[in-house]
């Protein structure tokens, strides 16, 4: 499993508002690009599946929905030059994995 913060960039939201764009959003822009010719059922099922987890401050993503989340990131064409896409993506393709739970052993009394 990978884990991903919703950091927050200094890249402008939308253009009537001060909200700056967190990671989150940035992920979900590159998941809704589709590759020429469209999405195919098996392609869109799988984005949807991580879209639907990224809300909040922090996700763990499995193997599986991480790639998917990589690949569309790394190969996203961005319309500005901006540091924080440069630091976003970055970010994304080192996504610190999780260490394994560790198995409670019983208190001794």
């Given amino acids: ?12 939201g939308a253009a009537e508002s001060d909200e700056k764009v ?4 940035l992920c979900k822009s590159c998941l809704n690009v ?3 010719g469209g999405f195919d059922v098996i ?4 984005r949807l599946k991580v ?9 763990s993503l499995e193997d599986a929905e ?3 989340l990589r690949e569309c990131v790394e190969s996203m064409k961005w319309a500005i030059i901006h540091k924080d ?23 001794k009394a």
């Fill in 51 to 59: 879209i639907d987890k990224l809300h909040g401050e922090e996700v």
């Fill in 22 to 25: 967190g990671y989150f959003e």
């Fill in 85 to 107: 896409l440069v630091e976003f993506v970055e970010y994304i393709k080192e996504a610190v994995q999780e260490a394994p739970a560790k198995p409670q052993t019983p208190q």
């Fill in 43 to 46: 392609t869109m099922s799988a």
């Fill in 34 to 36: 589709p590759a020429e």
């Fill in 1 to 12: 499993m990978k884990s991903i913060i919703n950091k927050q960039t200094s890249i402008q």
């Fill in 66 to 68: 991480y790639n998917t």
